[in-house]
């Protein structure tokens, strides 16, 4: 398969993945201090804001770091906001950032990528698992475009509640505790990409878990110069899945969403697999 069609596909797949995640119900986690059951899921964006660079985080190597060391060589900064143990839309979100920044090329390539988990109960060793999951992906995408130079620049921080939630009030992310019908607990949070320049003010939001490349390398090189864009009127993802008219979930409806991402899965899969080899279906000779 070529490289271009190789990529196309594994998006294609990526997508489906998002699709599927969308429809098989709440994430699990813990939760910052400070946010009630009642409080509503929003983002408020805070374009121009700036971000609290003196908060105190663990990186995955366990060392003590300050978010200002993170900005302090002038590349622009992708945060991501979620947790480590989110069996839904934190990894497809950080999946569709490495996708995006490699699609991008050197330009995109220039920011620093830097997740900061939202739960007090992510520890090393969660952050170390997600990092290497990352960086396999990333890896992947290294091979499914036979590219060459490094591979994207991926932090992973950790830490209390109150920092945790010092970025989260900068971010204008509001998040909720919750818990599965199992009991599980959960955080529901919004998803979307925050774009920082080099002095930590927030850019631009990008929503969603999946991005356009070149709309990520416009975002890069505005954080760059110290530019900062327009509010979106995108809306953004949310890592939860509720019944908004009666708060709660919603087993028909989600019943129905389940079968139908299942035949687009199924669908995708077997586009991606008639067009493994950079060809369609031939039609027979006569």
């Known amino acids: 398969m070529k490289p271009a069609r190789r990529f196309d596909a594994m998006r294609a797949l990526g997508l489906a993945c998002t699709l599927a995640a969308l429809a098989l119900g709440p994430a699990s986690g813990a939760t910052a201090s400070g946010q009630t059951d009642d409080a509503p899921v929003t983002l408020t964006q805070h374009v121009g804001a700036p971000l609290p660079l003196d908060s105190r985080w663990l990186d995955s190597d366990g060392r ?7 900005f302090a060589d002038g590349k622009p900064v992708l945060l991501v906001l979620g947790y480590y143990t989110c069996p839904q839309l ?10 995006a920044v490699e699609a991008g090329g050197p330009g995109a390539h220039a920011a620093r990528i ?5 739960d007090p109960g ?5 952050a170390r698992a997600r990092l290497a999951t990352d960086l396999a992906y990333a890896s992947f995408l290294r091979q499914a475009t036979r590219a060459r130079g490094p591979l994207a620049e991926i932090h992973l921080l950790t830490g209390d509640a109150a920092a945790i ?7 204008g992310y ?8 199992a009991g599980n607990a959960r955080v529901d949070h919004p998803a979307a ?9 927030i850019s631009r939001y990008l929503m969603g878990v999946r991005f356009d490349p070149l709309e990520l390398s416009d975002a890069i090189a505005d954080a760059r110069d110290e530019r900062t864009g327009a509010v979106t009127d995108r809306i953004a993802l949310l890592c939860a899945h509720l019944d908004l008219a009666l708060g709660r979930h919603s087993g028909a409806v989600l019943d129905a969403t ?13 586009w991606c697999w008639r067009h493994r080899d950079g060809v369609g279906p031939r039609r027979s000779e006569r």
């Open 64 to 70: 003590s770091v300050a978010l200002a060391d993170l």
């Open 165 to 171: 939630d010092r970025i989260v009030a900068a971010a």
């Open 174 to 181: 509001r998040i909720r505790p919750a818990s599965d019908p």
């Open 258 to 270: 389940r079968a139908v991402t299942a035949l687009i899965v199924i669908a995708l899969a077997a």
């Open 114 to 118: 830097v997740a900061v988990s939202i």
């Open 193 to 201: 990409l925050v774009v920082a320049t080099p002095h930590g003010r």
């Open 122 to 126: 992510d520890t090393l060793a969660t």
């Open 90 to 99: 934190c990894g497809l979100l950080m999946h569709g950032v490495l996708e």
